[in-house]
């Protein structure tokens, strides 16, 4: 371990991913799990975080086995703001949008959103896509799931 870079990044985020499964998994204890045939409100949030657990011990077997660069020589990435910037405020607008004015326009509000991470930024193909993307979820949790969620709240 003497004279290399370790893959710091890597082991944060795999004990990140680790930590958040093992949270999802405590917290959705406290709800009913049901069966197979009768999932419960737990089943869900249970597997998720079941699943998170080895992923995240995959990505730290990754950065522990992966040979790792020579001091000095380790990559020079800088953290980009914008790509973290762009997905918080995402997520932020859907939260805020969805109750004041229903689905469609928090999917709208979030995709634009989230697609100004890129560096380019294309207008009609983000209109499209957002547009689309409403409207799939739209059709999926309105009429296909019956989720008690208006796709206009205006």
Known sequence: MIGRELPLRDYCAGLFVILVGAYAVWEASHYPFGSLQAIGSGFFPVMLGL???PIGVAILWEAATRPAAPSGEADDEKVELRP????TGALLAFTLVIDRAGLAPAIFAAAVLASLAEREFRPVSVAVLAAGLAAICAAIFVY?????IQIFAW
């Open 144 to 148: 296909a799931l019956k989720l008690p």
């Open 51 to 53: 699943l998170a657990l």
């Open 84 to 87: 973290i910037l762009a997905v």
